[in-house]
């Protein structure tokens, strides 16, 4: 049938992958990480208390407040290229354009913020994507950060007439694929140091730890990449959980106290890798690369390195180009 004239062009069908973050401010002032922090924080996946209480306390207190510290922390660590997450991440899509055939567009989203997935997802249908693969790039699961991904996507295909077929990426944080990685990404890192760790951290964002008993399985998944990769290092590592935010009890031991405590137990020079972000951002480059040095060296810690994320390395984008062809199996002809 000929198509009526107003109608899009008639595509050949595709395939779209859709990489998701976290999100970010659009820039380091205030104003811009006040609009950020509120959507992120109205999310009732990531702030568990009922809005009705929840509100008046974000509106009131937390959106007075918060957003002139965190834009300070902010401005320390903005690239020429934006906030380091939303770099990062663009740079792993574009680097994974043509690496599933021409039918598969790679695009990026966020979370919160913009890229926005719903515009995204509209951008893969425009551009002929029947099927497209929700990859949420967090390889321990956590309803925070993975289901509420996944729950905008849904969210948007729920209005949809005309849906695509759609396929989320699954948690990968005892994948081998990914442990691999680590490893060569972490032992690469430690080369290039000028000194040998007496100790080596990983530290992955917390949680409330009420979510762990409440059957998140976000602290099994972290405590598991961190015996895998301590096992494929071959040498011990430190586990800790950093960011804690709000009142109630974090899952511990907090990255913080731990590293004001390390020079006391006679370890005085530590390496610490953030294994659970796929890409660096405000919570690796400033609370940990920053804040972290300076609260080990005033504890009395003599050398400190921070290892950076996996980004857009080699080892970290074979890394992703192999997860993700497999959840494409049966979508994509194999290589
Ligand atoms: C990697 C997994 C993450 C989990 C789990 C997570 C849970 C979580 N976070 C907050 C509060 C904040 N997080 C903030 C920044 C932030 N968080 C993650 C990842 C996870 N969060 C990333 C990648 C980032 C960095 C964003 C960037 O722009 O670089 C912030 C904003 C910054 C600040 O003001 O400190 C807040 C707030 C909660 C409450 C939570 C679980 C309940
Ligand atoms: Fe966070
Ligand atoms: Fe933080």
């Not at 779209?16 to 990480?33: A, D, K, Q, W």
Request: net charge neutral; charged share 25%; proline share 9%.
């Amino acid at each position: 049938m000929i198509p009526p004239a107003d109608h899009p062009p008639i595509l050949p069908p595709r395939i779209g992958v859709l990489l998701i973050n976290l999100g970010t401010p659009n820039s380091p002032e205030p104003g811009s990480v006040k609009l950020y922090l509120k959507e992120f924080l109205s999310d009732p996946r990531v702030v568990e208390i009922p809005q009705l209480v929840w509100q008046p306390i974000l509106r009131g207190i937390i959106l007075n407040t918060r957003p002139k510290k965190s834009a300070h922390a902010y401005r320390q660590v903005w690239t020429d290229e934006g906030s380091p997450l939303a770099a990062i991440t663009a740079r792993q899509a574009r680097g994974l354009a043509g690496a599933f055939g021409s039918g598969v567009v790679v695009d990026h989203a966020m979370r919160y913020g913009r890229p926005a997935i719903r515009e995204r997802i509209d951008a893969l249908k425009q551009q002929g994507c029947e099927r497209i693969l929700i990859a949420p790039l967090y390889p321990q699961y956590c309803a925070a950060t993975t289901a509420t991904a996944n729950d905008e996507a849904f969210a948007h295909l729920r209005r949809m007439r005309w849906q695509p077929a759609v396929r989320t990426l699954p948690p990968y944080h005892d994948d081998p694929l990914y442990i691999d990685a680590l490893k060569v990404s972490v032992e690469r890192s430690l080369d290039a140091l000028d000194f040998v760790p007496d100790a080596i951290l990983a530290s992955f964002h917390g949680m409330p730890e009420r979510t762990l008993h409440l059957g998140d399985p976000y602290h099994c998944h972290c405590r598991k990449t961190a015996r895998l990769l301590a096992e494929a290092l071959g040498r011990e590592l430190i586990v800790t959980f950093q960011s804690r935010f709000g009142r109630a009890k974090w899952l511990e031991p907090a990255t913080d106290v731990t590293l004001a405590a390390l020079p006391g137990k006679g370890i005085k020079k530590v390496a610490l890798v953030a294994p659970g972000f796929s890409a660096d951002c405000l919570e690796t480059l400033e609370e940990l690369a920053i804040r972290g040095r300076e609260t080990f060296v005033e504890a009395g810690g003599s050398h400190f390195a921070y290892l950076p994320c996996l980004n857009d390395s080699d080892a970290g984008m074979e890394m992703l180009r192999n997860i993700l062809r497999r959840e494409l199996e049966g979508w994509i002809a194999a290589p």
